[in-house]
C-alpha cells in the first residue's frame, strides 16, 4: 500500500490553517510537522485543526544534535527530543526524526556514543508514547552540520546493536531520505534489512549527487529512479508513510499551489502503477524475517562493515 504525506518544509511560509484545507482539497490525509511552525500554536490548538480537517501527523520533525555542534548542550538536546517526544503523543504522530548531531572536534568513536547515550535515555519515553525514534543519515556532502552518519550501513548497524542492546530500544529505527540515498549503490542489497528498521521514508528529486545547497526537487523532475525504490520498499514489507517533501528555489519559483497540485498528481499515478505492480508480483518477505530472532545479528553482520 503507497501512503503519501506531505510536509510543512514545502511551504515555510504558510500557516497550518493555510495549509490544512490546501492539503485535504488535493486529497493528502496526512502531514509532516515542522516544529518550529507549530511552536506559536502548541499542541492541542494544531490536534485540533488537524482533526477539523481530517489529517494525520506522519512525523515530528525534528530533534536531536546530540553532539554539541550546534551550540548546545548534551542535557540541551536530550530534553529537546524529550519535549518533541511529548509533541509526537499530543498529535498522535508514530515517528520523530532525529539528527545525530555532527562529529565536531569529537572523534568518531565518541560522536557515537554520545548518540546511543541519548538514545538510551529517550527510548523508554518514546516507548511509552507510542512513538518511534527514526535516526536519520545524511549523504556525506551534506552532512557536515548535523550528522556524522553518513552512510546506510552504520546507521542500519547502530540501530541493530541498539535493539539488540534493550527490549525498549525497539521503538528505534531509521528516517530514510531517497534525495540523500535514493541512487546509493548499496540501497538494493541493503533494503531487506532496511525496510524492518525504517519509521519514515522521505522523497524528493535531484539532478546530480546531493549538495550543500539542499535543492529538494519534486518527484519526476530529477534524475533519481524514485518509483521504482518506492516499489521496491513496498515489495520488501514497508507499510509506512512516503513523505514527498520538496524544498527550495525551484519551489518558490513555481509557487507554493502549483507544486502542491504537482505532488497530488504523482501521488495519483504513483498509487495507480504501484497497486499494478503489486498485483503482477506478491510482496517478498524480507529474507531474515524467515529465520529465528538469534540469527538475525549474523545474518545483518555479515552484509554491515563497520564505520571507519
Known amino acids: ?10 511551504a515555510p511560509c504558510w500557516e497550518l490553517s493555510e ?42 520533525q525534528w530533534a536531536g544534535g546530540f553532539t554539541g555542534g550546534d551550540g548546545r548542550t548534551f542535557e540541551e538536546s536530550v530534553t529537546d527530543a524529550a519535549e518533541a517526544i511529548e509533541w509526537a503523543a499530543a498529535l498522535n504522530s508514530p515517528v520523530v526524526v532525529l539528527h545525530s548531531g555532527c562529529r565536531g572536534g569529537h572523534t568518531r568513536s565518541h560522536a557515537r556514543r554520545l548518540l ?8 523508554p519515553r518514546a516507548l511509552a508514547a507510542g512513538v518511534r525514534l527514526a535516526i536519520k543519515p545524511l549523504h556525506r556532502t551534506t552532512a ?23 527490549q525498549s530500544h525497539a521503538c528505534v529505527g531509521l528516517a530514510i531520505d531517497l534525495w540523500h540515498f535514493g541512487d546509493d549503490p548499496d540501497l538494493g542489497s541493503l533494503l531487506p534489512l532496511l525496510v524492518d528498521r525504517t519509521a519514515i521514508v522521505q522523497v524528493a528529486d535531484r539532478i546530480g549527487p546531493p549538495t550543500a545547497d539542499h535543492e529538494r526537487l519534486p518527484a519526476g523532475r530529477g534524475t533519481l529512479p524514485l518509483e521504482e525504490v518506492v516499489a521496491a ?76
Open 233 to 308: 520498499f513496498i515489495d520488501h514489507g514497508y507499510r509506512g508513510d512516503f513523505e514527498l517533501d520538496p524544498v527550495g528555489e525551484a519551489v518558490e519559483a513555481a509557487g507554493y499551489e502549483a507544486v502542491l497540485d504537482e505532488l497530488a498528481a504523482t501521488v495519483e499515478d504513483w498509487s495507480r502503477s504501484l497497486h499494478i505492480h503489486q498485483a503482477d508480483a506478491p510482496p517478498r518477505l524480507p529474507a531474515y524475517r524467515l529465520r529465528a530472532a538469534g540469527a538475525r545479528r549474523s545474518q545483518a553482520s555479515s552484509q554491515m562493515v563497520s564505520p571507519g
Open 116 to 123: 546511543m547515550e541519548a538514545v538510551e535515555l529517550l527510548a
Open 19 to 60: 495549509e490544512l484545507p490546501r492539503l485535504a482539497a488535493r486529497g493528502f490525509d496526512a502531514l509532516a510537522v515542522w516544529r518550529h511552525k507549530l511552536s506559536d500554536l502548541g499542541p492541542a490548538e494544531s490536534r485540533r485543526l488537524l482533526g477539523r480537517f481530517g489529517v494525520r501527523v506522519s512525523s515530528v
Open 1 to 10: 500500500m503507497f501512503h503519501a504525506a506531505a510536509s510543512q518544509l514545502t
Open 144 to 166: 557536515s552540520r548535523c550528522s556524522f552518519l553518513t552512510r546506510l550501513v552504520e546507521a542500519l548497524e547502530l540501530v541493530e546493536l541498539l535493539v539488540e542492546r534493550q
